[in-house]
C-alpha cells in the first residue's frame, strides 16, 4: 500500500450515507496514469470558501459540555487518523479519507455572522466551543485568521469560550486570550496524544511537535489563562503505554487538570483506522482492534451517550484505573472550571454606546 508523506489517511475510502460518487474503472487513461507516468504528484491542500447563513451549531447531548459552537473550518489539514469529525466530509459528498484532510473549507464571514447572532434581542448567553470538530489552529489559520476575527469580536462583547487544539499556533492570539482570561472569559483545552515523535508523525501528520505543545501549555498558564490537556485518545497498543508519562509531563507544563477519552472510530473513522493499522502497524492490527471492539461492546464504535466517551469491559476499567492513579499522582485535582457569563454586552451597531 503506498503511503503518501505528510498524509494521515492512507486512502480515501468510500462513504455513500450521503450519496458519494465512486468512480469505477472503465478503461480510461485515468486507470493507467500512475503506471505510464509514474507515481502521481502528492495531494496539496485546497481551500474553499463557504458562505453559511449562520454559525453557531448548537447542540443537546448530555454527554457534552456545552451548548454552543463554531467551526470556522470544515475538514483539518493535521490529517489525524483518529479524528472523529472525518464522516462529516460526506455532507459535501467528499470522502472522509484523504479528501477531509486536503479539500478544507472556510467560512471568512464567522465573525461578522456572529455579530449578528450576539445582536438578536433575546441571546442567552452561553460559553462557545471552538475546536469541537476540527481545530481552530489548523495551519491554514495562519494566512485566513478566522479564529483570530472570532476572539477579537469576544474580547469586545465579554463573551466566554472554551478552545480545543493540538496546535501552538494558539500562541499567536495569547494576546487576546490573556484579555479574557483577566475576567474569567476563556479555557482552553491542548491536546497531547503522544510523546513520540514518530508514532505522532504518522497518527497526526500535520500537528506539531509533542513538545512544542508542551511548550504551549506552559507559554499560555504563565500568562494566566486556564490550560487543560487532553490525552486522547487513547488507543491501546499504541498510546496506552503512555498514560502515566503524558499526565505527568502535562502537569509540569502547568495544565490544571488532564482528561483522556477512549478511541471512538463512528462511521467511515473505522475502515480507515483499520487501513491505518495495516500500513504502520501491521505486527499489531489485529491486537489493537481486539481491544477496542473489547471495549465497545464487541463492536468498532459505541454511540451511546456516556459509554462513548467512557468505553466498558475490562480494557477500559484498566485504563480509567490507571489514568485516575497517573492524574492523583500528579497531585491534579480537577476542579470544573466555571466561566463567567454576567459580563457580556451586545456588539455596537451603527450607533455607539454612550456610556
Known amino acids: 500500500m503506498a503511503i503518501e508523506k505528510g ?8 462513504s455513500h450515507r450521503f450519496n458519494l460518487p465512486r468512480r469505477e474503472a472503465d478503461g480510461d487513461w485515468l486507470d493507467m496514469a500512475e503506471a505510464l507516468d509514474g507515481p502521481l504528484p502528492r495531494t496539496r491542500t485546497q481551500v474553499t470558501v463557504e458562505r453559511p447563513r449562520t454559525i453557531l451549531t448548537r447542540n443537546t447531548s448530555p454527554d457534552i459540555g456545552f451548548s454552543q459552537s463554531i467551526n ?7 490529517g489525524c487518523i483518529y479524528c472523529f469529525a472525518r464522516p462529516s466530509h460526506a455532507y459535501h459528498d467528499l470522502s472522509p479519507g484523504l479528501d477531509f484532510e486536503t479539500k478544507l473549507f472556510a467560512k471568512p464571514d464567522a465573525a461578522t455572522l456572529l455579530r449578528a447572532e450576539l445582536s438578536k434581542r433575546g441571546y442567552a448567553v452561553a460559553p462557545i466551543a471552538m475546536g469541537t470538530n476540527t481545530d481552530p ?22 463573551h466566554p469560550t472554551f478552545i ?8 499567536r492570539d495569547i494576546d487576546l486570550l490573556a484579555d479574557l482570561a483577566r475576567d474569567g472569559l476563556v479555557a ?13 508523525r504518522t497518527l497526526e501528520p500535520r500537528a506539531p511537535h509533542p513538545q512544542r505543545r508542551l511548550d504551549a501549555i506552559r507559554t499560555l498558564a504563565d500568562a494566566g489563562i486556564p ?12 498510546t496506552d503505554h503512555e498514560i502515566e508519562a503524558l ?22 473513522v473505522a475502515p480507515l483506522f483499520r487501513a491505518w493499522l495495516d500500513a504502520h502497524y501491521p505486527d499489531r492490527a489485529g491486537k489493537v ?9 464487541g463492536r468498532d464504535n459505541d454511540p451511546n451517550f456516556g459509554t462513548r466517551m467512557r468505553g466498558q469491559g475490562v480494557w477500559a476499567d484498566l485504563i480509567r484505573a490507571r489514568f485516575i492513579k497517573a492524574r492523583r499522582r500528579a497531585g491534579l485535582d480537577g476542579d470544573r472550571l466555571i466561566l463567567r457569563t454576567d459580563l457580556f454586552r451586545p456588539p455596537e451597531g451603527a450607533q455607539m454606546r454612550l456610556l
Open 7 to 14: 498524509r494521515g489517511a492512507t486512502q480515501n475510502g468510500e
Open 72 to 78: 470556522a473550518y470544515h475538514g483539518c489539514e493535521h
Open 137 to 158: 489552529y489548523q495551519p491554514i489559520e495562519k494566512d485566513w485568521r478566522i479564529t483570530r476575527q472570532i476572539l477579537e469580536l469576544l474580547v469586545e462583547t465579554r
Open 164 to 171: 480545543t487544539t493540538k496546535s501552538d499556533r494558539i500562541l
Open 188 to 200: 482552553v483545552m491542548l491536546s497531547v496524544t503522544s510523546l513520540d515523535p514518530a508514532i505522532a
Open 227 to 238: 490550560v487543560t490537556a487532553s490525552i486522547s485518545p487513547v488507543i491501546p497498543a499504541i
Open 247 to 268: 499526565v505527568a509531563r502535562v502537569a509540569q507544563a502547568g495544565a490544571r487538570d488532564v482528561l483522556y477519552i477512549p478511541v471512538r472510530l463512528p462511521h467511515e
Open 289 to 297: 482492534m481486539t481491544i477496542i471492539r473489547d471495549m465497545r461492546g
